[in-house]
Nanobody, 125 residues
Framework: QVQLVESGGRLVRAGGSLRLSCAAS????????MGWFRQASGTEREFVAC????????YYADSVKGRFTISRDNAKNTVYLQMNSLKPEDTAVYYC??????????????????WGQGTQVTVSS
């Protein structure tokens, strides 16, 4: 089992940057694929990005490719989402999520086992 706590969400202007962090508890963090999802008001939760156990493999949604970067620091039990060139349509609650399966499975199924509580990102125009 792993507990996840997101931070870093806030109000930012369009074109700006923001870095989200997700701190995980437990000694097996390095064995989990980690990822981010987001949910805008009135919409379904959508996949944003994920990263493999080692950090060597990443997947991104087309809508964020080239603007967002996911990374992890296994020594700190933390995964990050660097968001650049933010747009108003990036406004959402961002959730960190973990799964013990491989990144390819995580990307395909998009139904991880463990979820954080979310952090609000608001991009003003």
């Amino acid at each position: 089992q792993v507990q996840l706590v997101e931070s870093g969400g806030r109000l930012v202007r369009a074109g700006g940057s923001l870095r989200l962090s997700c701190a995980a508890s437990g000694r097996t963090f390095s064995s989990y694929t980690m990822g981010w999802f987001r949910q805008a008001s009135g919409t379904e939760r959508e996949f944003v990005a994920c990263i493999s156990w080692s950090g060597g493999t990443t997947y991104y949604a087309d809508s964020v490719k080239g603007r967002f970067t996911i990374s992890r620091d296994n020594a700190k039990n933390t995964v990050y989402l660097q968001m650049n060139s933010l747009k108003p349509e990036d406004t959402a609650v961002y959730y960190c999520a973990a799964d013990s399966k491989a990144a390819s499975y995580y990307y395909t199924r998009r139904s991880p086992d463990y979820w954080g509580q979310g952090t609000q990102v608001t991009v003003s125009s």
